[in-house]
């Protein structure tokens, strides 16, 4: 079943740190771009980041020097480390294949403050 599947979020104090993790089955990660979008209470889904098949990364301006995208091809799995958290990082982050419609189900990042 070709599918992505996030992990790794939950409650975190302002200044701390997650990482996301988004594993795929089905299909070899390595051959496709891979996204991070997130979407806050009340507000649109925006990309945060994407990597592309040579590890060339993107960030939003917003998490630029605190967010990194990457992905291990070994373990059919990209990450987002996500450092000094802010209260506005609060959303439910997904996982996308950039260019066709395959999205993860969602992983609720909450600031705790």
């Known amino acids: 079943q070709v599918q992505l599947v996030e992990s790794g979020g939950g409650l975190v104090q302002p200044g701390g740190s997650l990482r996301l993790s988004c594993a795929a089955s089905g299909f070899t990660l390595s051959s496709y771009v891979m996204s991070w979008y997130r979407q806050a209470p009340g507000k649109e889904r925006e990309l945060v980041a994407f990597i592309t098949t040579t590890g060339r990364s993107t960030y939003v301006d917003s998490v630029k020097g605190r967010f990194t995208i990457s992905r291990d091809n070994a373990k059919n799995t990209v990450y987002l480390q996500m450092n000094s958290l802010k209260p506005e990082d609060t959303a439910v982050y997904y996982c996308?294949?950039?260019?066709?419609?395959?999205w993860g189900q969602g992983t609720q990042v909450t600031d705790s403050s």
């Open positions: 996308k294949r950039l260019n066709d419609g395959l």
